[in-house]
T-cell receptor, first 113, second 115 residues
């Protein structure tokens, strides 16, 4: 197991298009997080799964955003009708319940043109 | 309302000297504090953490100090090496209303270690 894996690494899309990102967490981790990072800012929490249950969504996650973790393993984050303000690095992290640190993937860089 | 603040956007030190990165927080309910290092075009990499019940944690060249009364923590890197050049994020863990243990990050400090 090589850590948290995200796909794709980069995505350029036209405004109004839908995009989907995938995250494969560390296999034994039951917690999965999505964060978003924009230039000059630290990562901001978007949503959290424990196993397949989505337990929390940030108010940053508008109705155009949806995340799933269907079998408690990999997760997808979909953005519908993308806007230029959605351009950011989308980071996935995983952890084991009871452990402090979350391990991050390399991120998906989204550019909306 | 930024709950975790890193007031120095950048820091430059000479190789072999000490690097001190600072972080302040406002929420007294945070129970763990973490430092992450981030290289360009990569995700953050975990460095070191400290529980709110401790005041110091050490791991090799990295030491984190926590002053709860001042709501302040710092990361010391001794000796600093050119490979330490990166953006360092301070993060705090706290329970949310939904019960998740999300991390709240500062804006980061860009460390440059000069040979």
């Amino acid at each position: 197991d090589t850590g948290v894996s995200q796909d794709p690494r980069h995505k350029i899309t036209k405004r109004g298009q839908n995009v989907t990102f995938r995250c494969d967490p560390i296999s034994e981790h039951n917690r999965l997080y999505w964060y978003r990072q924009t230039l000059g800012q630290g990562p901001e929490f978007l949503t959290y799964f424990q196993n397949e249950a989505q337990l929390e969504k940030s108010r940053l996650l508008s109705d155009r955003f949806s995340a799933e973790r269907p079998k408690g393993s990999f997760s997808t984050l979909e953005i519908q009708r993308t806007e230029q303000g959605d351009s950011a690095m989308y980071l996935c992290a995983s952890s084991w319940a009871g452990n402090t640190e979350a391990f991050f993937g390399q991120g998906t860089r989204l550019t909306v043109v | 309302d930024q709950q975790v603040k890193q007031n120095s956007p950048s820091l430059s030190v000479q190789e072999g000297r000490i690097s001190i990165l600072n972080c302040d927080y406002t929420n007294s309910m945070f129970d763990y504090f973490l430092w992450y290092k981030k290289y360009p075009a990569e995700g953050p990499t975990f460095l070191i953490s400290i529980s709110s019940i401790k005041d110091k944690n050490e791991d090799g060249r990295f030491t984190v100090f926590l002053n709860k009364s001042a709501k302040h923590l710092s990361l010391h890197i001794v000796p600093s090496q050119p490979g330490d050049s990166a953006v360092y994020f301070c993060a705090a863990r706290g329970l949310t209303q939904g019960g998740s243990e999300k991390l709240v990050f500062g804006k980061g400090t860009k460390l440059t270690v000069n040979p």
